[in-house]
């Protein structure tokens, strides 16, 4: 068993330059894991606090007080981990820690002991296959609370390269509509800035339908069959401009008020109108029913909760109630512990949940998720097109797909298309 022989928490930037929490973990004297954890701008109401307080160095300060305490411990078992965490801050949230702390640590235990075995960190996590890679989600024209005025309401327009048939050609599909969209916007938009959001998705002056359209005919302009080569998703990420004073969803950078009933409606129209495969948080976090009525009416789109699961196992229990989702965003920091996370995956396979890993709008360089996503059996990874935070994530996949030769697991490509 790999043992935790030092550990040691620093203070570093992520992607948009906001202080957050490094851990180096070292097993067996020698063997070094790192995590830093991300963050949210669009965060859920229900995820953990990232830190103490709010401030990133006090969390820090509290970690170093009780590093200690995880010398000696089994740095490849998640749980033991957690109950290190745990003896710290037992609360919920994590409020006495810092669920970013929670998260650094126990990622880079794995990270660590994933060394010390030397073996893949995906498979550390599942011993046995079959593996199978992800399809990759890129966010191609973003909005809401990742850009500024003048771009959707919405959060992300995203592709997803369903006719791939290997995780390289997967990647080059996105990059393409990546490039094609940049292609369009410019004969579009003479003041067209290049501008891009928190997550490198394109931010143009466009509003939410023009939006969706401009990706859908990137698809159709590169020559590929929309919803069959390549498949168009959106984020809402609908609690950010869901009022809850007056209970409606004010689309303020297009001047347009949804009641509820009218949101259905119009998240069912273009679920048809642009053969969405996927759509998240199109409801507010707390409306279970109206989720569970946009699941009913759409068989063939993965209807997802993020802000409305927060990777939070008991609100995957609430949510199977009412079959609200098919779909389940996986980001470790809303839950803090890997176990916690982990605990959440075991209760959407019971309910049948499609789940999605994903990244977080503030990103460090690390690359864990990738194994995370395969470990998981993730249907999809949400980790965003370009960006060298972004493309960390994906790059480590294509380093992933060398296993397939190395241990003879063709299992790791074979199986990736359906
Ligand atoms: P966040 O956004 O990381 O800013 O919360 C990502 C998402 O909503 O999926
Ligand atoms: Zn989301």
Redesign the pocket.
Known sequence: MPTITSVKGRLIFNSRGKKSIEVDVVSDDKFLGRACA???????SHEVSSFVNNNPSLSLEIFNKYSSKFIGVDSSNPESVYKIIKSIDNSDSFSSLGGSVAYAISMAAVDSASKSLDIPLFKLLKPSGPYKFPYPLGNIIGGG??AGPGTPDI??VLSCPVGARSIMEALELNFSVHNQVRIILEETDREFTYGKG??GAWAPHVNNEEAITIVSKAIERLGLDLGKDVALGI?F?SSSFWDRTTKKYNYSRQNIIRNTDQQINYVNELIQNFKLLYV??PVNEEDFESMASITKSNNNCIVTG??MLVTNEERVKVASRYGACTGA?L?VNQAGTLYDALKFVSECDKSGFNIIT?????ESIDSQIAHIAISTSSKMI?TGVIGGERVAKLNELLRISEYSLIEGMAELSSTYHE
């Open positions: 991300p963050s949210g701008a669009s965060v859920g609370a990742h959060q992300e928190d997550e984020d990420a998240e948080d993020d802000d965003i980001k994903s990244h977080r709008s503030g949400k």
